[in-house]
């Protein structure tokens, strides 16, 4: 599941919590149809990116270097003594991610996120 963003197109479709369709899968992500969607509680959905490295910019902006390198730091200590397990190295890998984009959005939010402004 994705967070929905104007632009990104329904991998499936979106269907309320009574199971109705909601909108069909195929269908461009417009301010319009996110507003109905927020209307309906669903604030997620399984979605395409159809400006991925637009998104993916302006993510990167929005993260300092300093940030990742507290992240990676921070997971180093925890996963230092799984370095050669190819599992590990995917948990790692996926929470790296995820800690990464949680500081994204408080910054987008206007939120210090570890000390930086």
């Given at each position: 599941?994705?967070?929905?963003?104007?632009?990104?197109?329904?991998?499936?479709?979106?269907?309320?919590?009574?199971?109705?369709?909601?909108?069909?899968?195929?269908?461009?992500?417009?301010?319009?149809?996110?507003?109905?969607?927020?209307?309906?509680?669903?604030?997620?959905?399984?979605?395409?990116?159809?400006?991925?490295?637009?998104?993916?910019?302006?993510?990167?902006?929005?993260?300092?270097?300093?940030v990742i390198r507290l992240v990676e730091a921070e997971l180093n200590d925890i996963f230092s003594?799984?370095?050669?397990?190819?599992?590990?190295?995917?948990?790692?890998?996926?929470?790296?991610?995820?800690?990464?984009?949680?500081?994204?959005?408080?910054?987008?939010?206007?939120?210090?996120?570890?000390?930086?402004?």
């Open positions: 599941m994705n967070r929905i963003e104007e632009g990104m197109i329904l991998a499936e479709d979106v269907r309320n919590k009574h199971g109705n369709v909601v909108l069909k899968k195929g269908v461009v992500l417009t301010k319009k149809y996110i507003m109905g969607l927020k209307a309906w509680g669903i604030s997620e959905a399984e979605t395409k990116d159809l400006d991925k490295p637009k998104r993916v910019k302006r993510e990167k902006e929005a993260v300092s270097t300093d003594d799984y370095a050669e397990n190819s599992v590990m190295h995917e948990i790692y890998r996926v929470i790296k991610r995820i800690k990464v984009r949680e500081a994204m959005i408080k910054k987008i939010r206007g939120n210090k996120v570890n000390g930086q402004d």
